[in-house]
C-alpha cells in the first residue's frame, strides 16, 4: 500500500522528511536549489539534488520584479505543480508568500492549497519569534515547515535593503534563540540567509533539525541557492555568496552536477561566499 511513495518507479526512495534527519545526523551535507518549471526540474533531480524549493524568488528571477513582495500564493501554486511534474526523488518546498501567513487560520488555508494543489511536501516561511503561533497550527495540522531566519527578503522594505544579519553578537543569540523556538514550535528544517559563518555554526550546533544555508558559510547542514544564479542566467550584480558553476561546464545538466558535487564535497562555499 505504501510503496508508491518509496519507490515512484524509481531505482531508490525518494528523499523524505527522514531522510533529510538521517543525512544531518551522519553530516552528509544536504544539496538543495530552486526551481519554478519542469524542465530544469528533471534536470535538478537528475543532478541529485535532495531538496527543490519552488522559492519566492520566482518573483524577481521569473517574474521581473525587484522583490519578491508582488508574488502571490497563486504563483506559488502554479510553478509548484509543474516543478512537481518533473521530480522523482528530490524533497520538495514550497514558499508561502509575502502576507500568506498572517494569521493560524490563514496560513493553514494557504499552506493546504501548496499541498493539495502544488504538490509541495513541506511549506517555508520567513519570521521569527512572530511566527511561533503559525508554526504551531501548521505543526498541529501536520503540515511540514522551514522557517526562514537570518535575511527575510519579504521584509526589504522594513529592512532597508537586502543586508546580511546577524553581525552583532545579541543579534546572533536572538536569531538561535528564535530558532530554537521555532524547532520547539514543530519547526522541521530551518533556512539561514545571508548570516556571518560564525552565526551559521551557533545555530546548526543548536538544532536537531537540519539547517540549511545560503550565504550562511559551510558550517550548516546543507546549501541552497537560486538555481539561475549558478546557471548565470541572472543578469548584474548577484550575491557574494553565489558561484557561477556554469563558467566551467558545457551544459545545464553537468553545471547543476557539478554544484550537487561542490555541496556535498564541501568544497562550496568557499572563503570568498562566506560573511564574517
Ligand atoms: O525564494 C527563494 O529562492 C529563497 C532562497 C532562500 C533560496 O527563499
Same mark, same amino acid.
Given at each position: &500500500?505504501?510503496?508508491?511513495?518509496?519507490?515512484?518507479?524509481?531505482?531508490?526512495?525518494?528523499?523524505?522528511? +527522514?531522510?533529510?534527519?538521517?543525512?544531518?545526523?551522519?553530516?552528509?551535507? /544536504?544539496?538543495?536549489?530552486?526551481?519554478?518549471?519542469? +524542465?530544469?526540474?528533471?534536470?535538478?533531480?537528475?543532478?541529485?539534488?535532495?531538496?527543490?524549493?519552488?522559492?519566492?524568488?520566482?518573483?524577481?528571477? /521569473?517574474?521581473?520584479?525587484?522583490?519578491?513582495?508582488?508574488?502571490?500564493?497563486?504563483?506559488?501554486?502554479?510553478?509548484?505543480?509543474?516543478?512537481?511534474?518533473?521530480?522523482?526523488?528530490?524533497?520538495?518546498?514550497?514558499?508561502?508568500?509575502?502576507?500568506?501567513?498572517?494569521?493560524?487560520?490563514?496560513?493553514?488555508?494557504?499552506?493546504?492549497?501548496? &499541498?493539495?494543489?502544488?504538490?509541495?511536501? &513541506?511549506?517555508?516561511?520567513?519570521?521569527?519569534?512572530?511566527?511561533?503561533?503559525?508554526?504551531?497550527?501548521?505543526?498541529?495540522?501536520?503540515?511540514?515547515? #522551514?522557517?526562514?531566519?537570518?535575511?527575510?527578503?519579504?521584509?526589504?522594505?522594513?529592512?532597508?535593503?537586502?543586508?546580511?544579519?546577524?553581525?552583532?553578537?545579541?543579534?546572533?543569540?536572538? &536569531?538561535?534563540?528564535?530558532?530554537?523556538?521555532?524547532?520547539?514550535?514543530?519547526?522541521?528544517?530551518?533556512?539561514?540567509?545571508?548570516?556571518?559563518?560564525?552565526?551559521?555554526?551557533?545555530?546548526?550546533?543548536?538544532?536537531?533539525?537540519?539547517?540549511?544555508?545560503?550565504?550562511?558559510?559551510?558550517?550548516?547542514?546543507?546549501?541552497?541557492?537560486?538555481?539561475?544564479?549558478?546557471?548565470?542566467?541572472?543578469?548584474?550584480?548577484?550575491?557574494?555568496?553565489?558561484?557561477?558553476?556554469?563558467?566551467? #561546464?558545457? +551544459?545545464?545538466?553537468?553545471?547543476?552536477?557539478?554544484?550537487?558535487?561542490?555541496?556535498?564535497?564541501?568544497?562550496?562555499?568557499?572563503?570568498?561566499?562566506?560573511?564574517?
Amino acid at each position: &500500500m505504501y510503496t508508491h511513495l518509496e519507490q515512484r518507479g524509481m531505482p531508490e526512495p525518494p528523499v523524505n522528511i +527522514s531522510t533529510l534527519r538521517k543525512m544531518k545526523r551522519a553530516g552528509e551535507p /544536504i544539496a538543495c536549489l530552486t526551481a519554478y518549471d519542469a +524542465s530544469y526540474a528533471a534536470l535538478v533531480d537528475a543532478a541529485r539534488t535532495d531538496l527543490v524549493l519552488v522559492g519566492d524568488s520566482l518573483g524577481m528571477v /521569473i517574474q521581473g520584479h525587484d522583490t519578491t513582495v508582488p508574488v502571490t500564493v497563486d504563483d506559488i501554486i502554479y510553478h509548484s505543480r509543474v516543478v512537481a511534474r518533473g521530480l522523482h526523488r528530490a524533497f520538495l518546498v514550497a514558499d508561502m508568500p509575502f502576507m500568506s501567513y498572517t494569521e493560524p487560520a490563514q496560513a493553514l488555508d494557504n499552506a493546504v492549497r501548496l &499541498m493539495q494543489e502544488g504538490g509541495a511536501m &513541506m511549506v517555508k516561511l520567513e519570521g521569527g519569534d512572530g511566527q511561533i503561533e503559525i508554526v504551531e497550527h501548521l505543526a498541529r495540522h501536520d503540515i511540514p515547515v #522551514c522557517a526562514h531566519l537570518g535575511l527575510k527578503p519579504q521584509s526589504v522594505h522594513k529592512i532597508g535593503g537586502f543586508k546580511v544579519q546577524g553581525r552583532e553578537p545579541d543579534q546572533v543569540e536572538e &536569531m538561535r534563540q528564535s530558532a530554537e523556538r521555532l524547532q520547539n514550535a514543530g519547526a522541521d528544517l530551518v533556512l539561514l540567509e545571508c548570516i556571518p559563518n560564525e552565526a551559521g555554526r551557533l545555530i546548526r550546533d543548536a538544532l536537531e533539525v537540519p539547517v540549511i544555508g545560503i550565504g550562511a558559510g559551510p558550517d550548516v547542514d546543507g546549501q541552497i541557492l537560486v538555481l539561475y544564479d549558478i546557471l548565470d542566467i541572472t543578469q548584474g550584480r548577484t550575491p557574494r555568496f553565489v558561484r557561477n558553476f556554469q563558467a566551467e #561546464c558545457t +551544459s545545464p545538466l553537468a553545471a547543476v552536477t557539478s554544484y550537487v558535487r561542490a555541496v556535498k564535497d564541501r568544497s562550496y562555499p568557499a572563503t570568498e561566499h562566506c560573511f564574517s
